[in-house]
Nanobody
């Protein structure tokens, strides 16, 4: 049974930083693409960043230069380092992967950017 668990969210002031973690309990973790999505109240879920096996990455334009996605395949973990946070980054952040054509999602972790 594959499980996806996010952690690291919280309340932070504008300009601050947070690091989110996503642990995926799956064999052969290193071959999977892992994605971070976010969803703000009243808005559609949007792709924030993804990391391919081997480490290639892509980012949404809204977070380029501020967020960094990385992975530690020894720990089955993907990180999302978020710097220079803005109020508009406030959302629930979700981790996602697809294995054998099936989607797996975590329950999300809340990030609130407010003074």
């Amino acid at each position: 049974q594959v499980q996806v668990v996010e952690s690291g969210g919280g309340l932070v002031q504008p300009g601050g930083s947070l690091r989110l973690s996503c642990v995926v309990s799956a064999s052969f973790f290193s071959i999977y693409t892992i994605r971070w999505y976010r969803q703000a109240p009243g808005k559609e879920r949007e792709l924030v960043a993804l990391i391919f096996s081997g480490g290639g990455t892509t980012y949404a334009d809204s977070v380029k230069g501020r967020f960094t996605i990385s992975r530690d395949d020894r720990k089955n973990t993907v990180y999302l380092q978020m710097n220079s946070l803005k109020p508009e980054d406030t959302a629930a952040y979700y981790c996602n992967t697809d294995i054998m054509a099936r989607d797996y999602w975590g329950r999300g972790t809340q990030v609130t950017v407010s003074s």
